[in-house]
Each structure stands twice: as structure tokens, then as C-alpha cells.
């Protein structure tokens, strides 16, 4: 079946950096393009990068843009999030996911504090 496994997440003090992982299994990993969603305390899931299936082009929500990189590793079905200059504004549980079919699929996400 079709698994996202989101990893990576913690404390950081402002300014630091992180990178989240998501591990994929059950589906074409490279056929498809792959997106990070995040959900901060008391509002509603938002989109944040997009990589293409090539890993060509890629998207950034205004928030994001220059502090976080969206890549991907279809040798290793896995999907990554750089983030540098992070900062309190961040703090959200951050989901990978995919379209498959009209289906989306998430993962449980994993959970980023920003924080001095």
C-alpha cells in the first residue's frame, strides 16, 4: 500500500536549520510530482513547496521562498525539505504528499518548533 513517512523534525532556535525527509513506498516515486504541506497551531493546512517529477521545476509559498529547498531522491523514492533562517513563525506539523489517481495521500507528519 501506499506509505509517506515524514522525518526529521525538532526544536531549533531561530536562525538554525533542519532538514525533513520523507520516505515513500508502494507507488511510482518518480512518475509523480510531491509536495510538503505545513499546519501551524489553530490554522489551516498550507501548501509550501512543490517538486515536479523531473525534480525540474519547483514551487514556493512567498513565506518560504530562499530559506527552503524542495528536492528529491528517486533512486531512494525519498523527498526532502531544506530549511535554513528558520524562524518562530515556522513552528507547524509539516506533511509530504502526493496526488495519485485524484487520491491524495499524506503521511503522519512530523512536528517543528522554532524556538529560543
Known amino acids: 500500500q501506499i506509505q509517506l513517512v515524514e522525518s526529521g523534525g525538532g526544536l531549533v532556535q531561530p536562525g538554525g536549520s533542519l532538514r525533513l525527509s520523507c520516505a515513500s513506498s508502494?507507488?511510482?516515486?518518480?512518475?509523480?510530482?510531491m509536495y510538503w504541506y505545513r499546519q501551524a497551531p489553530g490554522k489551516e493546512r498550507e501548501l509550501i513547496a512543490t517538486i515536479t517529477d523531473s525534480g525540474r521545476y519547483t514551487y514556493y509559498a512567498d513565506s518560504v521562498k530562499g530559506r527552503f529547498t524542495i528536492s528529491r531522491d528517486d533512486a531512494k523514492n525519498t523527498l526532502y525539505l531544506q530549511m535554513n533562517s528558520l524562524e518562530p513563525e515556522d513552528t507547524a506539523v509539516y506533511y509530504c504528499?502526493?496526488?495519485?489517481?485524484?487520491?491524495?495521500?499524506w503521511g503522519q507528519g512530523t512536528q517543528v518548533t522554532v524556538s529560543s
Open positions: 508502494g507507488f511510482t516515486f518518480s512518475v509523480y510530482a
Open positions: 504528499n502526493t496526488l495519485i489517481d485524484l487520491n491524495n495521500y
